[in-house]
Protein backbone atom coordinates (compact mmCIF):
# COMPACT_ATOMS: atom_id res chain seq x y z
CA UNK A 1 0.00 0.00 0.00
CA UNK A 2 1.16 3.47 -0.54
CA UNK A 3 2.34 5.30 2.14
CA UNK A 4 -0.53 7.66 3.37
CA UNK A 5 -1.76 8.31 6.78
CA UNK A 6 -5.17 10.85 7.45
CA UNK A 7 -5.04 11.87 10.80
CA UNK A 8 -7.33 11.86 12.43
CA UNK A 9 -9.71 8.79 11.75
CA UNK A 10 -12.65 10.07 13.29
CA UNK A 11 -13.60 13.50 14.32
CA UNK A 12 -16.97 15.07 16.13
CA UNK A 13 -16.73 18.80 16.78
CA UNK A 14 -19.40 21.34 16.70
CA UNK A 15 -20.64 24.42 14.50
CA UNK A 16 -18.53 27.08 14.15
CA UNK A 17 -15.26 25.64 14.89
CA UNK A 18 -12.46 25.00 12.95
CA UNK A 19 -11.31 21.57 12.01
CA UNK A 20 -7.89 20.78 10.46
CA UNK A 21 -7.39 17.45 8.60
CA UNK A 22 -4.06 16.10 8.12
CA UNK A 23 -2.74 14.38 5.38
CA UNK A 24 1.20 12.80 5.32
CA UNK A 25 2.85 10.68 2.54
CA UNK A 26 5.81 8.98 2.08
CA UNK A 27 5.80 8.76 -1.26
CA UNK A 28 7.37 11.75 -2.53
CA UNK A 29 4.60 12.12 -4.98
CA UNK A 30 4.40 15.93 -6.13
CA UNK A 31 0.48 16.27 -6.49
CA UNK A 32 -1.94 15.97 -3.48
CA UNK A 33 -5.60 15.82 -3.20
CA UNK A 34 -8.40 16.08 -0.86
CA UNK A 35 -11.91 14.79 -1.66
CA UNK A 36 -15.16 14.27 0.37
CA UNK A 37 -17.30 11.32 -0.09
CA UNK A 38 -21.24 11.89 0.41
CA UNK A 39 -23.86 8.81 -0.29
CA UNK A 40 -25.43 9.74 -3.85
CA UNK A 41 -22.60 12.35 -5.03
CA UNK A 42 -19.31 9.74 -4.95
CA UNK A 43 -16.24 11.35 -5.14
CA UNK A 44 -15.74 15.31 -5.14
CA UNK A 45 -12.65 17.26 -5.54
CA UNK A 46 -12.29 19.82 -2.52
CA UNK A 47 -8.68 21.14 -3.28
CA UNK A 48 -5.26 20.04 -4.63
CA UNK A 49 -1.84 20.97 -4.90
CA UNK A 50 0.49 20.44 -6.97
CA UNK A 51 3.75 21.43 -5.24
CA UNK A 52 4.93 22.71 -1.78
CA UNK A 53 2.65 26.11 -1.86
CA UNK A 54 1.06 25.84 -4.84
CA UNK A 55 -2.34 24.82 -4.37
CA UNK A 56 -5.84 25.30 -6.55
CA UNK A 57 -9.50 24.94 -6.08
CA UNK A 58 -11.71 21.95 -7.07
CA UNK A 59 -15.09 21.73 -7.36
CA UNK A 60 -16.74 21.94 -3.82
CA UNK A 61 -13.86 24.12 -2.90
CA UNK A 62 -15.87 26.51 -0.52
CA UNK A 63 -15.71 26.96 3.13
CA UNK A 64 -12.56 24.97 2.51
CA UNK A 65 -8.83 25.97 2.62
CA UNK A 66 -5.68 24.09 2.23
CA UNK A 67 -1.73 24.45 2.98
CA UNK A 68 1.32 22.39 1.73
CA UNK A 69 4.49 23.67 2.86
CA UNK A 70 6.01 20.36 2.55
CA UNK A 71 5.91 18.09 0.22
CA UNK A 72 5.04 15.38 2.71
CA UNK A 73 2.16 17.25 4.06
CA UNK A 74 -0.97 18.39 3.22
CA UNK A 75 -3.76 20.03 5.79
CA UNK A 76 -7.65 20.50 5.02
CA UNK A 77 -8.85 23.76 7.18
CA UNK A 78 -12.94 23.89 7.85
CA UNK A 79 -12.50 27.63 9.44
CA UNK A 80 -15.73 27.34 10.57
CA UNK A 81 -17.46 23.88 10.42
CA UNK A 82 -20.94 23.49 9.43
CA UNK A 83 -23.29 20.43 9.23
CA UNK A 84 -23.42 20.41 5.94
CA UNK A 85 -19.39 19.54 5.77
CA UNK A 86 -20.19 16.11 7.51
CA UNK A 87 -18.93 13.57 5.46
CA UNK A 88 -15.89 11.48 4.56
CA UNK A 89 -12.72 12.61 3.53
CA UNK A 90 -10.07 11.04 1.38
CA UNK A 91 -6.80 12.23 1.06
CA UNK A 92 -4.98 10.93 -2.59
CA UNK A 93 -1.75 11.12 -4.15
CA UNK A 94 -0.41 11.10 -7.50
CA UNK A 95 2.97 11.65 -9.08
CA UNK A 96 2.09 13.89 -11.98
CA UNK A 97 -1.03 15.14 -11.59
CA UNK A 98 -2.38 13.22 -15.11
CA UNK A 99 -4.24 10.27 -16.37
CA UNK A 100 -2.73 7.66 -13.87
CA UNK A 101 -3.56 6.04 -10.82
CA UNK A 102 -4.12 7.78 -7.60
CA UNK A 103 -3.19 6.34 -4.65
CA UNK A 104 -5.76 6.83 -1.81
CA UNK A 105 -5.75 7.45 2.30
CA UNK A 106 -7.88 5.12 4.36
CA UNK A 107 -10.57 8.51 5.33
CA UNK A 108 -11.62 10.59 8.09
CA UNK A 109 -14.92 10.42 9.08
CA UNK A 110 -15.98 14.46 10.35
CA UNK A 111 -19.48 14.76 11.64
CA UNK A 112 -20.11 18.43 12.87
CA UNK A 113 -23.10 18.50 15.32
CA UNK B 1 -18.12 20.41 -17.53
CA UNK B 2 -17.98 16.72 -17.32
CA UNK B 3 -20.71 14.65 -15.92
CA UNK B 4 -20.54 10.91 -15.13
CA UNK B 5 -23.80 9.08 -14.45
CA UNK B 6 -23.41 5.42 -13.23
CA UNK B 7 -25.57 2.39 -13.10
CA UNK B 8 -27.17 0.79 -11.01
CA UNK B 9 -26.45 2.66 -7.83
CA UNK B 10 -27.11 -1.22 -5.75
CA UNK B 11 -26.14 -4.42 -7.61
CA UNK B 12 -27.37 -8.15 -6.23
CA UNK B 13 -25.22 -11.04 -7.74
CA UNK B 14 -25.34 -14.95 -6.38
CA UNK B 15 -21.90 -16.20 -6.39
CA UNK B 16 -20.32 -17.29 -9.60
CA UNK B 17 -22.20 -15.07 -11.61
CA UNK B 18 -21.55 -12.47 -13.42
CA UNK B 19 -21.89 -8.73 -12.76
CA UNK B 20 -21.63 -5.52 -15.34
CA UNK B 21 -21.84 -1.96 -14.33
CA UNK B 22 -22.41 0.78 -16.47
CA UNK B 23 -20.83 4.32 -16.85
CA UNK B 24 -21.88 7.19 -19.06
CA UNK B 25 -19.99 10.41 -19.68
CA UNK B 26 -20.64 13.75 -21.28
CA UNK B 27 -17.51 15.50 -22.63
CA UNK B 28 -15.84 13.70 -25.80
CA UNK B 29 -11.98 14.84 -24.78
CA UNK B 30 -12.39 12.73 -22.50
CA UNK B 31 -9.61 10.45 -22.80
CA UNK B 32 -8.64 8.11 -19.36
CA UNK B 33 -11.09 6.34 -18.02
CA UNK B 34 -10.15 4.25 -14.40
CA UNK B 35 -12.16 2.15 -12.05
CA UNK B 36 -12.07 1.93 -8.27
CA UNK B 37 -13.03 -0.22 -5.50
CA UNK B 38 -13.92 0.70 -2.09
CA UNK B 39 -13.74 -1.49 0.95
CA UNK B 40 -15.86 -0.82 3.71
CA UNK B 41 -13.52 1.27 5.92
CA UNK B 42 -10.87 1.98 3.16
CA UNK B 43 -9.90 4.08 0.44
CA UNK B 44 -10.32 3.63 -3.01
CA UNK B 45 -8.16 1.22 -4.80
CA UNK B 46 -7.53 1.17 -8.66
CA UNK B 47 -8.36 -2.34 -10.13
CA UNK B 48 -8.53 -1.48 -13.74
CA UNK B 49 -8.05 1.95 -16.29
CA UNK B 50 -8.87 2.07 -19.53
CA UNK B 51 -7.30 4.80 -22.05
CA UNK B 52 -9.55 5.92 -25.40
CA UNK B 53 -7.41 4.51 -27.72
CA UNK B 54 -8.71 1.24 -26.65
CA UNK B 55 -11.76 -0.56 -26.82
CA UNK B 56 -11.71 -3.19 -23.97
CA UNK B 57 -8.98 -4.51 -21.68
CA UNK B 58 -8.94 -7.03 -19.62
CA UNK B 59 -6.94 -8.52 -16.31
CA UNK B 60 -8.04 -12.17 -15.14
CA UNK B 61 -12.02 -11.70 -14.07
CA UNK B 62 -11.87 -8.37 -14.68
CA UNK B 63 -12.65 -6.46 -17.93
CA UNK B 64 -13.78 -2.41 -19.14
CA UNK B 65 -15.31 -1.92 -22.20
CA UNK B 66 -15.24 1.54 -23.71
CA UNK B 67 -17.78 2.96 -26.62
CA UNK B 68 -16.45 6.28 -27.88
CA UNK B 69 -19.19 7.13 -29.56
CA UNK B 70 -22.04 6.49 -27.38
CA UNK B 71 -19.59 7.97 -24.89
CA UNK B 72 -20.28 4.74 -22.53
CA UNK B 73 -17.80 2.30 -20.29
CA UNK B 74 -18.91 -0.51 -18.61
CA UNK B 75 -16.44 -2.83 -16.07
CA UNK B 76 -17.71 -6.52 -16.16
CA UNK B 77 -16.78 -9.09 -13.71
CA UNK B 78 -16.77 -12.70 -14.50
CA UNK B 79 -17.09 -15.74 -12.00
CA UNK B 80 -17.97 -12.82 -8.90
CA UNK B 81 -16.54 -14.29 -5.57
CA UNK B 82 -18.08 -13.12 -1.88
CA UNK B 83 -14.46 -10.73 -1.75
CA UNK B 84 -15.93 -8.81 -4.95
CA UNK B 85 -18.45 -7.67 -2.83
CA UNK B 86 -17.91 -3.65 -2.01
CA UNK B 87 -18.75 -0.16 -3.92
CA UNK B 88 -17.48 0.20 -6.90
CA UNK B 89 -16.60 3.81 -8.91
CA UNK B 90 -15.89 4.40 -12.25
CA UNK B 91 -14.35 8.26 -13.75
CA UNK B 92 -13.43 9.53 -16.57
CA UNK B 93 -10.19 12.12 -17.02
CA UNK B 94 -10.29 15.25 -19.43
CA UNK B 95 -6.40 17.46 -19.64
CA UNK B 96 -7.64 21.01 -20.50
CA UNK B 97 -5.74 24.42 -20.09
CA UNK B 98 -7.23 25.02 -17.18
CA UNK B 99 -6.27 21.99 -15.00
CA UNK B 100 -6.81 18.36 -15.65
CA UNK B 101 -9.99 17.12 -14.63
CA UNK B 102 -10.96 13.93 -12.96
CA UNK B 103 -15.20 13.38 -12.48
CA UNK B 104 -16.15 10.24 -10.37
CA UNK B 105 -19.44 8.33 -10.96
CA UNK B 106 -21.96 8.41 -7.88
CA UNK B 107 -20.67 4.41 -7.16
CA UNK B 108 -21.99 1.08 -7.41
CA UNK B 109 -22.18 -1.23 -4.22
CA UNK B 110 -22.04 -4.91 -5.05
CA UNK B 111 -23.14 -7.76 -3.30
CA UNK B 112 -22.11 -11.18 -3.95
CA UNK B 113 -24.26 -13.75 -2.29
CA UNK B 114 -23.52 -17.05 -1.42
Known amino acids: DAGITQSPRHKVTETGTPVTLRCHQT?????MYWYRQDPGHGLRLIHY???????DKGEVSDGYSVSRSKTEDFLLTLESATSSQTSVYFC????????????FGSGTQLSVL | GENVEQHPSTLSVQEGDSAVIKCTYS??????FPWYKQELGKGPQLIID?????GEKKDQRIAVTLNKTAKHFSLHITETQPEDSAVYFC?????????????FGTGTQLKVEL
Open chain 1, 27 to 31: ENHRY
Open chain 1, 92 to 103: AISESGGDEKLF
Open chain 2, 27 to 32: DSASNY
Open chain 2, 91 to 103: ASFILTGGGNKLT
Open chain 1, 49 to 55: SYGVKDT
Open chain 2, 50 to 54: IRSNV
